[in-house]
């Protein structure tokens, strides 16, 4: 258990100045990033250690503690970057020397990717698709899975939707921005409008219909990413896609799935891997991308052209 004690109030403070600085630079996980890095410095503390004067003794250390809690290379990397984007953090504002974390990840966590870590997302074809939407009666349950199959969004740019973001008439989509997306506007195919106008209709209808959110709960909030997770779970479950009892990862089902699936059949339908990057807002890197304006009608009538449909 990670020990409960209050952060010294030094630490404590530049905390909370890490967490502004994520929040300026628009880290939509800029919870996890504090929490992550909360609970090193607890434990930190715990053993009488300064957070702020971390060596590679106190990360071998830290990174032995987590594994005996049952931590695997994928809660590995993401707990290292999320203390080293701290780290990284205090070295800009000049308060160490310097960030001792990106060689220690380098050296150490990637030692513990192996076995069930190393193994590919599962990928369904277009069959499993169908039988993966055609297990689920709810309304908003079933727009939720089209629209992670047919956008290829993340799970929490899927939760941050509102209802203003959708356009029926033009089969758009709006994503709100953030680190990781280069585009905001995507599309979406007649089965899945067709879908979403059927949720709408029941979303009206429902508690905390006058909230924003496209995708709302049972109590009438957003809905959360969790929430999201196990809507894909129970129902690649119910069609045998996903399987509790492995550790494998080509046995589970999760929304980032979606993504590979909505990639991986826009590529094998002949759209162009650019037009491919640019639905999926990958990060333009090169100048040459930076240069290359793309038409959104011509995006528009490949992506119509090349989503395959379910027959939902």
Same mark, same amino acid.
């Given at each position: 258990m990670t020990p409960k004690r209050i952060l010294l109030p030094e630490n404590a403070r530049q905390l909370d100045d890490f967490r502004k600085d994520c929040t300026l630079r628009k880290i939509t996980t800029t919870k996890r990033y504090v929490g992550d890095t909360a609970r090193f410095m607890l434990w930190a503390e715990a053993r009488g250690l300064d957070p702020l004067k971390t060596t590679r003794r106190e990360l071998k250390d830290y990174t032995y503690y987590l594994t005996e809690q049952g931590a695997i290379y994928s809660t590995l990397k993401l707990n290292f970057a999320h203390i080293n984007a701290f780290f990284d953090y205090l070295e800009a504002e000049e308060l160490i020397e310097s960030n001792p974390?990106?060689?220690f990840r380098k050296r150490h966590i990637r030692a513990y990717k192996s076995g069930a870590e190393s193994q590919t997302r599962q990928i369904i074809d277009i069959e499993q698709a169908a039988m993966l939407v055609g297990t689920i009666l709810e309304? $908003? #349950?079933r727009a939720i899975i089209l629209l992670l199959l047919k956008c290829g969004l993340r799970c929490h %740019? &899927? *939760? %941050?939707l509102n209802v203003e973001d959708i356009d029926l008439e033009k089969l758009i989509l709006n994503v709100h921005p953030s680190q990781k997306r280069s585009n905001r506007e995507l599309f979406f195919d007649y089965e899945t409008a067709e879908a979403l106008r059927r949720w709408l209709a029941v979303r009206s209808l429902r $508690?905390? +219909? #006058? *909230? %924003? +959110? &496209?995708?709302i709960s049972a109590k009438g909030n957003r809905i959360a990413k969790k929430r999201v997770q196990e809507i894909c779970r129970r129902a690649a479950t119910r069609a045998g896609l996903h399987d509790l009892q492995s550790k494998r990862l080509d046995k589970k089902f999760t929304p980032h799935c979606c993504r590979h699936w909505f990639t991986t059949r826009l590529i094998e339908a002949g759209m162009s891997r650019d037009y491919v990057k640019e639905l999926r807002g990958d990060a333009r890197r090169e100048a040459i991308d930076i240069y290359n304006h793309i038409d959104k009608k011509m995006l528009k009538e490949s992506y119509l052209t090349c989503m395959p449909q379910l027959g939902v």
């Open positions: 974390v990106p060689n309304s $908003r #349950d %740019e &899927l *939760c %941050e $508690r905390g +219909a #006058d *909230c %924003e +959110a &496209l995708f």
